[in-house]
């Protein structure tokens, strides 16, 4: 097995204010692994040294996110790998669940397409999704690695109804984000996410060819941007502080702010859909299905800043740039006995 020791500093221009608790997107195509054992052996250091580490998810043999403390202007990153290391458990210090402790739910896509119960992983660890008459191939992503593909007639993702899924309703805030290709813009109205009965949503108005953030019918209601673009991947994002009546919208690395008097909608039963909606009794019946393609979904209960937006979309729409160059560290993979014990205390075994 190959091992490494490489380090890179971000550039400065990609992260407009320091940033607490970022989960930054890092291509492990480009350190040169080529081995998915390679990839599980990663470990994630601020310093050369490898004396402070941080969280990372595996998530592909070419995609991890990494959990950076305060991510600077002049932040650097060490990734260490030998290809020998286990994975950390999810639940551990370093391992998947504390890259996304900050979010209700996280949707890599990377699965095959499939219609198994909870197929489709949350990387919060709380809310998996289920495909319902699922049949699209799994198409490559915006991120390295692959996206759920949608028909536009009846297959949709959908995860349970939770406490954690209503936590934004709750909250009343609420930060919701998506890579999103569209297979056509005159397919009519569609949802491409919805937490049943518009409690938080992204919808595309085929009228006026503008997809918009819906927390409710009518106060925290937002356009993101206007596009009839179904050809490249679309980034939309979009943050509601109901106590401030703010809200932030980012398409495609632009971002606008409103002021919307309201509040999200009131909690309920409702699942929380990747390619439809549900309405009627119950919030039964799926409707206003989206054909196309979704990648990397994320939603928080909280509202961010429009420098965490620009920072977010910078890092996933040119992760080559945000990073630059990776070059030795020197050090090789392993990091010494020492602290290959050190790291084994909370690795899954």
């Given at each position: 097995?190959?091992?490494?020791?490489?380090?890179?500093?971000?550039?400065?221009?990609?992260?407009?204010?320091?940033?607490?608790?970022?989960?930054?997107?890092?291509?492990?195509?480009?350190?040169?692994?080529?081995?998915?054992?390679?990839?599980?052996?990663?470990?994630?250091?601020?310093?050369?040294?490898?004396?402070?580490?941080?969280?990372?998810?595996?998530?592909?043999?070419?995609?991890?996110?990494?959990?950076?403390?305060?991510?600077?202007?002049?932040?650097?990153?060490?990734?260490?790998?030998?290809?020998?290391?286990?994975?950390?458990?999810?639940?551990?210090?370093?391992?998947?669940?504390?890259?996304?402790?900050?979010?209700?739910?996280?949707?890599?896509?990377?699965?095959?397409?499939?219609?198994?119960?909870?197929?489709?992983?949350?990387?919060?660890?709380?809310?998996?999704?289920?495909?319902?008459?699922?049949?699209?191939?799994?198409?490559?992503?915006?991120?390295?690695?692959?996206?759920?593909?949608?028909?536009?007639?009846?297959?949709?993702?959908?995860?349970?109804?939770?406490?954690?899924?209503?936590?934004?309703?709750?909250?009343?805030?609420?930060?919701?984000?998506?890579?999103?290709?569209?297979?056509?813009?005159?397919?009519?109205?569609?949802?491409?996410?919805?937490?049943?009965?518009?409690?938080?949503?992204?919808?595309?108005?085929?009228?006026?060819?503008?997809?918009?953030?819906?927390?409710?019918?009518?106060?925290?209601?937002?356009?993101?941007?206007?596009?009839?673009?179904?050809?490249?991947w679309l980034y939309l994002s979009a943050s509601f502080n109901g106590?401030?009546?703010?809200?932030?919208?980012?398409?495609?690395?632009?971002?606008?702010?409103?002021t919307r008097t309201g509040s999200l909608a009131a909690t309920n039963?409702?699942?929380?859909?990747?390619?439809?909606?549900?309405?009627?009794?119950?919030?039964?019946?799926?409707?206003?299905?989206?054909?196309?393609?979704?990648?990397?979904?994320?939603?928080?209960?909280?509202?961010?800043?429009?420098?965490?937006?620009?920072?977010?979309?910078?890092?996933?729409?040119?992760?080559?740039?945000?990073?630059?160059?990776?070059?030795?560290?020197?050090?090789?993979?392993?990091?010494?006995?020492?602290?290959?014990?050190?790291?084994?205390?909370?690795?899954?075994?």
């Open positions: 097995m190959a091992a490494g020791f490489k380090k890179a500093t971000v550039r400065s221009g990609d992260v407009p204010a320091t940033q607490t608790n970022f989960p930054s997107y890092v291509d492990l195509d480009r350190l040169g692994i080529t081995t998915l054992a390679e990839a599980q052996s990663v470990r994630v250091y601020a310093d050369s040294g490898k004396t402070t580490e941080w969280a990372r998810e595996i998530v592909s043999v070419t995609e991890m996110h990494v959990k950076v403390p305060s991510l600077t202007s002049t932040v650097e990153i060490f990734v260490d790998w030998d290809g020998v290391r286990s994975d950390y458990g999810v639940t551990t210090t370093y391992g998947r669940n504390n890259v996304w402790s900050d979010y209700v739910a996280v949707y890599h896509l990377d699965e095959d397409v499939n219609n198994t119960t909870d197929g489709y992983a949350d990387s919060t660890g709380t809310n998996p999704g289920t495909g319902v008459s699922m049949s699209e191939s799994s198409v490559s992503g915006k991120l390295n690695g692959k996206s759920a593909s949608f028909n536009g007639s009846n297959d949709y993702i959908a995860a349970a109804n939770s406490t954690s899924l209503n936590a934004p309703n709750t909250n009343n805030a609420v930060t919701i984000s998506t890579w999103l290709k569209s297979d056509s813009v005159s397919q009519g109205t569609f949802y491409a996410l919805a937490k049943a009965s518009d409690q938080y949503a992204f919808i595309f108005d085929f009228v006026a060819n503008t997809y918009e953030f819906w927390g409710d019918s009518a106060g925290a209601r937002f356009n993101i941007g206007t596009s009839t673009d179904v050809t490249n106590a401030t009546d703010a809200a932030l919208a980012n398409f495609n690395g632009t971002s606008n702010s409103y039963t409702g699942e929380f859909l990747m390619g439809a909606t549900k309405s009627g009794a119950g919030l039964n019946t799926p409707t206003q299905f989206f054909g196309g393609s979704l990648d990397e979904v994320r939603v928080r209960s909280d509202a961010v800043s429009a420098a965490w937006m620009t920072t977010e979309y910078n890092n996933q729409n040119a992760e080559s740039t945000f990073w630059g160059t990776w070059t030795d560290a020197g050090g090789g993979g392993g990091g010494g006995a020492a602290q290959a014990a050190r790291r084994g205390a909370v690795m899954m075994m």
